[in-house]
């Protein structure tokens, strides 16, 4: 074999093994070619099945509102429907999804906040029992919604860069594509059979790709264009060429007015420079990024709205435009329901802040209960099918462990407050019962307005907690009814006090005043209107000049130093009103409100006051003089008198008769009687309660001192005498003597006669509300002084008068007197702030009390 053979052989060799790379390689890119083809046809089955599938949950949630804008029920079944129809979309997801484990965990995510909005969409869909949905739920929907949005565009954005990634995978297998054809034609005629019968096959599966990704792409509800860009002198992008549109697009043409002989996008749809997309075209091709944007167009008089997504692809970009007028009419619904909505439940909350904000938002317990029934028929009993957890507030039960439970068992009480009952009437009669009942828990009663109705053969009961409404309420009546009260006292001390109220506007000189200033003025309430000058016509012609300085003065200065002045009342009869005011702001205007007194008694009263106080301030002088002369020119005459009685009986005695001895003596009685009258009246018109005397004296040794001096006495009459110890008080030390020196000179001298004569001195220390005489207590404490004997005593109706002056319930010839010492005793006690009296009974002796402070 020669050399050029060798050569041939192994150019040959050489041949055969680059046909083999070139076939091999050809054959790899036509199976991703298939590859790609499919994955380009499972994203946009994928992508239409995401706009499905949340388009699905829009509608649900555009529907739910509409049931409240409307207050209609939502259709029966139409929950279930979505469901399911939402179950068969998420079912293709996960299929179409599984070669991509981020999107497996975004529809794992979108089904978490699935399950949230199931359990969200009942409570904000219109029902009899829920006239208006809570702002908290609606904003927990959203929220849920925005999310599913977001979870959307992840999902989306995921599938765009796997078609970017198999794209470009195709366009490097694509790149040895000519150098193959080159290589073909080179060793067309060794290898063409082998070459034709291979290219034939490749030619078959590529145009049945193209055929299926055509198919693909015609049941796609998407606008698919492929767009070229035209650049200036400079390599500036000024337009772009539409080289290719998907037959959808003939949908947008027949909206809009393009001419339809141009593939210039600025002649096609100018609105793209007006509105920010051709921006965006133009930052897909220069800066190779992915743009996302939704935009609006006017098609005559419509409105649409396209979200598109432009990618680059080779020199152009690849432009994926889907409608979503629908979605996004469904939105702005669902916005101006929402803002319907937010309106009503603000209208709600302006309504209970009407009431005087007393309710607070609370937790309704919800509970479904299915009758018991007996062989016969009737309810004994309901079994609980389901609760909220509210109720854990209310019993402390967790709804899973009473769940099934008989109602008797959970509340045993059902049957004694009538619950039970209204129970039996919500399904017997098949109406809606709304009564009151309540709850005892660790020894609180909590009160709930509960609303039933009728389910099936059982009964949703929805309660709400009204304790506090209810507390509140009592004590709103309560204060109502103390305000009633309290009006009507204040008007019946008006009457009693002869006082009147007054609210006089500074600003305008209007005034109101109460009933009983009307009276005071002579004139039935509210038989006139009141202004400042029309008042001035009852004042006393004398004090116009002070009632008008009262008006300027409180008008300038918001006061005045007038507190008094004079009308003429409706009857001619002259008031004398002693004025009380203040100036404050009512409703923003300057006011002046206060009170009148008629007091026209009490200036009389004054007056007459003034007029004893002089006769007194005479009398006093009067007695001053008197004392002067009986402490010398009374007793002066009556020791002469005693002086020659006594020499005339001493010296004349032999001579004279025994008729004028008798006389002689008498006149002697009658003297020495005089003189002890004089001295007593003396000692009680000097008796007077001086500050500076009081000192604190011991009423033992003053009883001793008593006793030493009635020594002589008490030995000639044989009176026994018992002193108790007696207490150290606050006291004017002589008047004390005084007090116990009279006590029991009285009851010496009128001691029994038939018996032995005793006297107890006693003393004990009392509160004051246990002393039964009416005296003025000012001490919380006093020390009752007892004088007891049981002498010869007297009648008790008597009991008051022997403490007047000169008052004696013996004959002088009985016993001998002067009518004086139970008055200074009396005084005595007075002065002490203290009080004396006595209790007798004919025969069986006295007691004397004097109750001092203690």
């Known amino acids: 074999m020669g050399k050029s053979s060798k050569v041939f052989i192994a150019l040959l060799i050489f041949s055969v093994a680059i046909l083999t790379f070139i076939g091999s390689t050809t054959y790899r890119q036509i199976i991703q070619l298939g590859e790609s083809s499919e994955m380009v046809a499972r994203t946009l089955d994928l992508e239409n099945e995401i706009n499905t599938l949340f388009s699905q949950y829009t509608a649900m949630q555009s529907m739910a509102y509409e049931t409240n804008l409307r207050k209609t029920p939502l259709a029966e079944g139409y929950l279930d429907n979505q469901k399911d129809s939402?179950?068969?979309?998420?079912?293709?997801?996960?299929?179409?999804?599984?070669?991509?484990?981020?999107?497996?965990q975004n529809l794992q995510k979108v089904k978490v906040i699935q399950t949230e909005l199931y359990d969200l969409l009942p409570k904000i869909t219109y029902s009899p029992d829920n006239l208006s949905i809570k702002?908290?739920?609606?904003?927990?929907?959203?929220?849920?919604?925005?999310?599913?949005?977001?979870?959307?565009?992840?999902?989306?954005?995921?599938?765009?860069?796997?078609?970017?990634?198999?794209?470009e995978t195709y366009e490097s297998n694509a790149f040895l594509t000519p150098l193959m054809s080159l290589l073909l034609g080179i060793f067309a005629l060794c290898i063409f059979l082998i070459a034709f019968w291979r290219l034939n096959n490749e030619r078959k599966e590529t145009q049945r790709t193209q055929n299926f990704l055509e198919s693909i792409l015609e049941t796609s509800k998407n606008v698919i264009s492929y767009f070229e860009p035209v650049r200036d002198q400079s390599g500036k992008i000024i337009d772009f060429n539409m080289a290719y549109h998907h037959k959808n697009i003939k949908d947008v043409l027949e909206k809009s007015t393009r001419p339809r002989d141009t593939e210039l996008l600025s002649k096609a749809f100018p609105q793209h420079f007006e509105n920010g997309v051709f921006e965006h075209f133009v930052t897909c091709i220069e800066k190779d990024e992915n743009q996302n944007f939704e935009k609006q167009y006017d098609f005559g008089d419509k409105?649409?709205?396209?979200?598109?997504?432009?990618?680059?692809?080779?020199?152009?970009?690849?432009?994926?435009?889907?409608?979503?007028?629908?979605?996004?009419?469904?939105?702005?619904?669902?916005?101006?329901?929402?803002?319907?909505?937010?309106k009503r439940n603000l209208e709600l909350m302006e309504n209970r802040a009407f009431l005087g904000n007393i309710l607070k938002s609370i937790s309704n317990v919800v509970m479904h209960l299915k009758s018991v029934r007996d062989d016969k028929g009737a309810i004994i009993d309901f079994e609980l099918l389901f609760v909220n957890d509210a109720i854990n507030n209310v019993t402390g039960d967790i709804p899973v462990e009473i769940k099934h439970k008989k109602a008797s068992e959970i509340f045993p009480t059902i049957f004694k407050n009538k619950v039970f009952e209204n129970l039996v009437t919500c399904i017997e009669k098949g109406e809606q019962v709304d009564y009151e009942t309540h709850f005892e828990k660790d020894g609180t009663t909590k009160w709930f307005q509960a609303t039933a109705r009728k389910l099936n053969d059982g009964v949703t009961v929805t309660t709400r907690d009204i304790t506090e409404e209810k507390s509140k309420s009592e004590r709103l009546q309560f204060l109502n009814d103390q305000l009633s009260v309290q009006n009507s006292i204040f008007k019946d001390a008006e009457g009693v006090a002869d006082i009147g109220s007054y609210v006089w506007y500074l600003d305008t000189g209007e005034a109101l005043i109460s009933d009983n200033f009307y009276r005071i003025l002579g004139h039935e309430p509210d038989s006139f209107k009141v202004t400042f000058k029309g008042y001035?016509?009852?004042?006393?012609?004398?004090?116009?000049?002070?009632?008008?300085?009262?008006?300027s003065e409180t008008t300038e200065k918001g006061s005045s130093n007038v507190h008094s002045y004079r009308i003429i009342a409706k009857d001619g009869k002259v008031k004398h009103l002693s004025l009380n005011g203040r100036s404050t702001q009512r409703m923003g205007r300057p006011v002046s409100l206060g009170v009148v007194q008629d007091v026209t008694q009490n200036i009389l009263a004054e007056q007459e006051l003034r007029n004893k106080n002089e006769a007194l301030e005479r009398s006093n002088a009067e007695l001053q003089s008197f004392n002067r002369v009986a402490s010398h020119d009374l007793q002066e005459p009556m020791r002469k008198i005693q002086l020659f009685v006594s020499r005339i009986s001493e010296a004349e005695q032999d001579r004279l008769s025994e008729k004028g001895k008798i006389y002689f003596e008498k006149v002697s009685k009658a003297a020495n009687r005089m003189q002890t009258l004089i001295k007593y009246l003396l000692a009680y018109s000097r008796l007077n309660k001086t500050k500076d005397e009081f000192k604190k004296v011991?009423?033992?040794?003053?009883?001793?001192?008593?006793l030493a001096d009635l020594e002589e006495r008490i030995n000639e009459t044989g009176v026994q005498i018992n002193v108790n110890q007696l207490p150290r008080i606050n006291a004017i030390p002589f008047q004390m003597d005084q007090l116990l020196n009279n006590l029991i000179s009285n009851a010496i001298k009128y001691r029994s006669t038939s018996e032995p004569a005793k006297?107890?001195?006693?003393?004990?220390?009392?509160?004051?509300n246990k002393i039964r005489e009416d005296f003025d207590k000012k001490s919380k404490n006093y020390y009752k002084l007892s004088v007891t004997d049981n002498g010869i005593g007297f009648d008790n109706a008597h009991a008051e008068k022997i403490f007047g002056l000169f008052e004696r319930l013996h004959q002088r010839d009985e016993y001998s007197g002067t009518g004086i010492g139970l008055a200074i005793c009396k005084k005595i006690a007075e002065n002490h702030d203290g009080y004396i009296g006595a209790t007798s009974e004919l025969g069986k002796g006295t007691t004397f009390r004097v109750y001092l402070p203690a």
């Open 303 to 342: 409105r649409f709205w396209y979200d598109t997504t432009t990618t680059k692809l080779n020199k152009g970009i690849l432009i994926t435009s889907r409608d979503t007028t629908a979605e996004k009419i469904a939105l702005d619904n669902l916005s101006i329901s929402k803002k319907l909505l937010e």
């Open 86 to 104: 939402i179950a068969n979309t998420f079912e293709r997801l996960t299929e179409l999804t599984s070669a991509s484990p981020i999107n497996q």
């Open 135 to 167: 702002s908290s739920l609606v904003n927990d929907f959203s929220k849920r919604m925005n999310e599913l949005r977001k979870v959307k565009m992840m999902m989306l954005n995921e599938e765009e860069l796997l078609l970017k990634k198999h794209k």
């Open 698 to 706: 011991s009423l033992n040794d003053i009883a001793n001192e008593v």
């Open 536 to 551: 001035r016509d009852f004042v006393h012609p004398d004090d116009l000049e002070a009632y008008d300085r009262l008006g």
């Open 759 to 768: 006297i107890l001195i006693d003393c004990k220390k009392i509160p004051r």
